[in-house]
């Protein structure tokens, strides 16, 4: 009991530096690119910077997480992207404030773009996790014995007794 907790606790703490590093780079990104993915302009909103926000940079942010937390960085990958939108969305609605000549996007598209920008991230993760080679490798597993004959699909499990 004392060894696990031993080794949740470090665990913990790495989760947690993979969760603020992620968020740093995609608040760092989005300052970068400049583009502000709650803001509608109209059809002008879309345009090659915004798509390398919403789908590129949130691939960056999971590889960064994943190569920080390791194993299990994949699912840790979700989380950076929601935060740094959902303070963003609320930096614009009550901090900045919306321009005169854009609209604050509907919360039904802005909802749907934090779900692609959060899958994103997890495609980020899976590539960082395979970047480590901790997951998807070869696995440790011996080779069947080749005394032992190998079973055919016609065979049944009652004629090896």
Known sequence: MIQEQRIA???FALGTLAFLA???VNYIGDRLLGVRIELFYGLETFNFIWFLQLFIWPVVVGIVVALIFGRGGKWL????????RLIAYYETQY???VPDNASLMPM???TFFVILAVECAAIGGIIGEVMLKRAYGRSDAPPPAADKPVASAGDSVADDR
């Open 95 to 97: 901090l900045i404030g």
């Open 22 to 24: 992620g968020s740093l």
């Open 77 to 84: 990958a979700y989380f950076p992207p929601a935060f740094v």
């Open 108 to 110: 039904g598209w802005w």
């Open 9 to 11: 606790a470090p665990r």
